[in-house]
T-cell receptor, first 113, second 115 residues
Framework: GQQLNQSPQSMFIQEGEDVSMNCTSSSIFNTWLWYKQDPGEGPVLLIA?????ELTSNGRLTAQFGITRKDSFLNISASIPSDVGIYFC?????????????FGGGTRLMVKP | DAGVIQSPRHEVTEMGQEVTLRCKPISGHDYLFWYRQTMMRGLELLIY????????DSGMPEDRFSAKMPNASFSTLKIQPSEPRDSAVYFCATQLAGGLTDTQYFGPGTRLTVL
C-alpha cells in the first residue's frame, strides 16, 4: 500500500532556531496536510495544500506541496517551547470529504528554552 | 461545539476481555473515521462511515475488531477478545461532507492497555 516517509524522526533544537521536516511518497497525492499532535491529544490540522508547487504559510509555519506531488515539507521559523509535539504529514488522493488519509510516521520536536 | 468526544480516555483491561470504545461526532458531520496509533505503525485508518454506513473497513486488523454507527450521534469500536498487541491509542475523527479535506477533526483519543 501507499507509504509516507517522514524525516527526521526526531529533532532536539534550541529555542529560536528554525526547523525543517519533510515527507516523501512513492505515490502521487493531490492533497498534502500537516498536523500537530500534543501529548494526550489528537492531531490538529496546521496547514493544507491542494496544488503542486503551492507554498502556504500559517504564522511561523510554512509548507510546500512538491512539484512532483510526491513530497512536501514543513518549516517552522523561530521555534518556541510550545512548538514541542509530534508533527505528521498526511497525503490524500482526492480532495472531497471522505477520502482516506495516509499518515507519515511523525517528527517529534523538542525545543530547549 | 464540544468537538469530537471519546470515552473512556484510558482503558486498562486483561487479555481476553471485551473492550468497547465510544465516539460522539461533531453534530452534523457526515463522516466518521476510526484510527489506531502505535509507536511501531504510526496512525492507521481502521474503518470509516458515511451517514452511519461503513464505507471501507479494510484497515480493521481482524475479526476480533468490529465497529458500528447506530445513529448519527454515536459510534463504537469493539475488540473481543482483546490481546496485548491491541494496546494503542484509538482516535475517532469526523468530517463534514461538502467541506474541504481540512475538516477532519480528531477526538482526544482512548489509550488502551491490554495486560
Amino acid at each position: 500500500g501507499q507509504q509516507l516517509n517522514q524525516s527526521p524522526q526526531s529533532m532536539f533544537i534550541q529555542e529560536g532556531e528554525d526547523v525543517s521536516m519533510n515527507c516523501t511518497s512513492s505515490s502521487i497525492f493531490n492533497t498534502w496536510l500537516w498536523y500537530k499532535q500534543d501529548p494526550g491529544e489528537g492531531p490538529v490540522l496546521l496547514i493544507a495544500l491542494y496544488k503542486a508547487g503551492e507554498l502556504t504559510s500559517n504564522g511561523r509555519l510554512t509548507a510546500q506541496f512538491g512539484i512532483t506531488r510526491k513530497d512536501s515539507f514543513l518549516n517552522i521559523s523561530a521555534s518556541i517551547p510550545s512548538d514541542v509535539g509530534i508533527y505528521f504529514c498526511a497525503g490524500q488522493i482526492g480532495r472531497n470529504a471522505g477520502n482516506m488519509l495516509t499518515f507519515g510516521g511523525g517528527t517529534r520536536l523538542m525545543v530547549k528554552p | 461545539d464540544a468537538g469530537v468526544i471519546q470515552s473512556p480516555r484510558h482503558e486498562v483491561t486483561e487479555m481476553g476481555q471485551e473492550v468497547t470504545l465510544r465516539c460522539k461526532p461533531i453534530s452534523g458531520h457526515d463522516y466518521l473515521f476510526w484510527y489506531r496509533q502505535t509507536m511501531m505503525r504510526g496512525l492507521e485508518l481502521l474503518i470509516y462511515f458515511n451517514n452511519n454506513v461503513p464505507i471501507d473497513d479494510s484497515g480493521m486488523p481482524e475479526d476480533r475488531f468490529s465497529a458500528k454507527m447506530p445513529n448519527a450521534s454515536f459510534s463504537t469500536l469493539k475488540i473481543q477478545p482483546s490481546e496485548p498487541r491491541d494496546s494503542a491509542v484509538y482516535f475517532c475523527a469526523t468530517q463534514l461532507a461538502g467541506g474541504l479535506t481540512d475538516t477532519q477533526y480528531f477526538g482526544p483519543g482512548t489509550r488502551l492497555t491490554v495486560l
